[in-house]
């Protein structure tokens, strides 16, 4: 028997979503307009938080994105995100994003984002999560990294 309160590994809440780029979500240049990446990036990192909170959540804050490779139409835009930081009700999700080729299977880099969620309860209030913890260095400095992040979020927000 688990304890309930006991921290969650940091790779039970990763989720992929792969998803086929279309004519629609482009412009007439034949590049996925960023605001489509932008949407499926939330629901990427949404997803990685309620697998972690088993909970409803809510985007608090997006960090900045930059794209640094188009994605054209007829690509596969592959989607990992991750919890990598847990507060008394908010997450940290990474989410990485790639093209690739469906065809070649050549992947491209697009970009990484990192969002801020709260899990909610069933009125809709802040509840607390569960921490997350690290089994190996890689999420060890993934984690660092992350509350690095969020303890300039807070500064700022000062």
């Not at 940091?10 to 998803?19: E, K, N, P, V, Y």
């Not at 809510?58 to 507060?87: C, H, W």
């Not at 809709?124 to 660092?144: C, F, H, N, Q, Y």
């Amino acid at each position: 028997m688990t304890d309930s309160t006991s921290p969650k590994p940091m790779h039970a809440s990763r989720i992929q979503i792969a998803q086929m780029m279309h004519p629609e979500h482009a412009n007439l240049l034949g590049n996925v307009h960023g605001g489509w990446i932008m949407k499926l990036v939330d629901e990427a990192g949404a997803l990685a938080c309620m697998r972690h909170a088993q909970r409803r959540v809510v985007t608090v804050a997006i960090d900045s994105m930059v794209f640094r490779n188009p994605i054209k139409i007829g690509d596969l835009v592959l989607l990992n995100a991750e919890v990598t930081y847990t507060g008394h009700t908010s997450m940290e999700a990474e989410v990485q994003v790639q093209a690739e080729n469906p065809i070649t299977g050549e992947r491209t880099y697009t970009n990484t984002a990192y969002l801020i969620y709260v899990a909610l309860d069933e009125e809709g209030k802040p509840t607390s999560v569960l921490p997350i913890k690290a089994e190996t260095e890689d999420e060890e400095r993934r984690m660092e990294s992350a509350k690095e992040r969020q303890a300039r979020r807070l500064s700022e927000r000062r």
